[in-house]
């Protein structure tokens, strides 16, 4: 049973920075794509960002586009997301997922889920 654990979350004031880390328990980790999904109080979980599985390939909602940055160390069997510039509208509990096809959008195409991780900014 692969296990993903997200950390890294917190409050933090608009225009501060957090990193969040999605560390795997799968040893064929750098096998799989990842993605990060948000999910606001009241609203349906989002896709954020992706990233390929070597790691060469990486998107983004326009949203997010500029502000974070996702990348991987298949060494640690890790994902990280790099969040700078945050908005109150970035609030939301950040989930990792596991999967075959980079920069998929629906959570349908997700093998595997982390707990997830609170963000919230502050205006």
């Known amino acids: 049973q692969v296990q993903l654990v997200e950390s890294g979350g917190g409050l933090v004031q608009a225009g501060g920075s957090l990193r969040l880390s999605c560390a795997a328990s799968?040893?064929?980790?750098?096998?799989?794509?990842v993605g990060w999904f948000r999910q606001a109080p009241g609203k349906e979980r989002e896709f954020v960002t992706g990233?390929?599985?070597?790691?060469?390939?990486?998107y983004y909602v326009d949203s997010v586009e500029g502000r974070f940055t996702i990348s991987r160390d298949n060494a640690k069997n890790t994902v990280y997301l790099q969040m700078n510039g945050l908005k109150p509208e970035d609030t939301a509990v950040y989930y990792c997922?596991?999967?075959?096809?980079?920069?998929?959008?629906?959570?349908?195409?997700?093998?595997?889920w982390g707990q997830g991780t609170q963000v919230s900014v502050s205006s």
């Open positions: 997922a596991l999967g075959f096809s980079a920069g998929a959008t629906t959570q349908k195409q997700y093998s595997y």
């Open positions: 799968e040893r064929t980790f750098s096998r799989y794509a």
């Open positions: 990233i390929s599985s070597s790691g060469a390939r990486t």
